[in-house]
DNA sequence: TTATTTGCAAATCTTTTGCATGAGG
DNA sequence: CCTCATGCAAAAGATTTGCAAATAA
């Protein structure tokens, strides 16, 4: 009874053929530390010379969001679909506005927040998105390269 | 010295000509009580007699966005564009799944965590973005017809 | 008058779909 | 085998752009 659950035997749960095509996307989305729009993964997968075609990406990546595997966001500067493996733990981004590195944050202040929320507009609370703009570390000494902030 | 300040007098300030295809833009949002689509919004001025390009509704809409007058957002489940008028004001969006309806909420407990996450993460915060999901009194009021939750 | 804005049509970009072929269980 | 997944080409939908005409200051 090990702990590890494989996406292959996810998929087969759910009754979806393990194909290569859905593998090596959710490899990627695994060892990736961005979430990807498809343009990104099918760039990412010819590099790899790995044969695929973008409308199959399109298509692997519903089936997936539909079967909970992974998790559709997106992005406020150029609106573009990103795509990030369902790791089922509670994450925010925080988004670099300079660079649009964006990293995972996984601290959550705000189970209390929602409480007040369902009290006081009626709403069942399902989940929430939180995504915090700033400038990271590094594009903020880049930019201070000959300025002082001081 | 009067605190109000109108549209006619931001445009000027900024240098842009009061047209009255961004006057009738902004007062269309001026009276949502949601974001809106470019589409949308080309509807509801196609209703009003109004004749006008939808890619002057786009070019209208990035303009007053690059000059903060209005805020683009987007929305998870379909990826559209939204656009709403610039407050001033911190907001974050309450949004019912069943009718995709979005309510405003203005309480915002992040300081403390923004804070944090400076520290913690190296980050300039310059703002953040809220999106709450859930079902709305009505919509779950619909729901329940008939069916007992309990 | 002169720079800015707008309309129109065409282009671009992302995402979806129909259909015939191929692969997984 | 038989259903589901994939490739390919074409369609669909949202947004942008080039250019000439209209308009605000």
Redesign the interface.
Known sequence: MSEIITYKEVLNHKGLKNTRHRNSILELLETSTQPLTADQIYLALVNQKISINLSTIYRVLNTLVENGLII???T?SD?K?LFELNSFEHKHH?V??ECKKI?M?D?C??E???K??KEK?????????????????SC?EKENNGKSIV
């Open positions: 559709k966001t997106n406020v609106n679909t925080l670099c506005m990293t944050v601290e202040p705000f209390e927040y929602e007040k929320l507009m009626g709403y069942t609370i399902l989940g929430h998105k939180l995504e915090i703009y700033g400038v990271c570390k903020r």
